[in-house]
């Protein structure tokens, strides 16, 4: 197998395991959904959101976008417009180091959910 085709796969397989990890997220008082999409030119946004008894979304997303010659990789937690975690966007010029910062990125992204989740339950009793 050339490197192009180790690089897609590596690709493929890192935004499987991202996409587990949102997907895993859940909890018992809060209904969620799973995403995952093309984000254009050259990019994919995966994550899941739930929706709080008030009606507010909460995403959890990680994304990686190919553009300018580097791979670009962001990773957040939102409740409708408020941004609740914004990590810091990292550029990187090889394959191998994008996929790892996504893989860092998916756990950064979901350690904090269920306290946060819990805490914006709490606003709303």
Known sequence: MDSESLAAAGLLAALSRASEILAELHHPFVRRETFSYFVPPAGVRVGTTFTLPDGREVRFEVSLIAADDAFHVAGGITA?????????????????????????????????????LDGLLDEIV
């Open 80 to 116: 409708e417009d408020d941004l609740l975690l914004e990590l810091p966007l990292k550029s990187l010029p090889g394959i191998h180091d994008a996929l790892a910062a996504l893989d860092d990125y998916a756990g950064d992204v979901t350690a904090p959910a269920a306290r946060m």
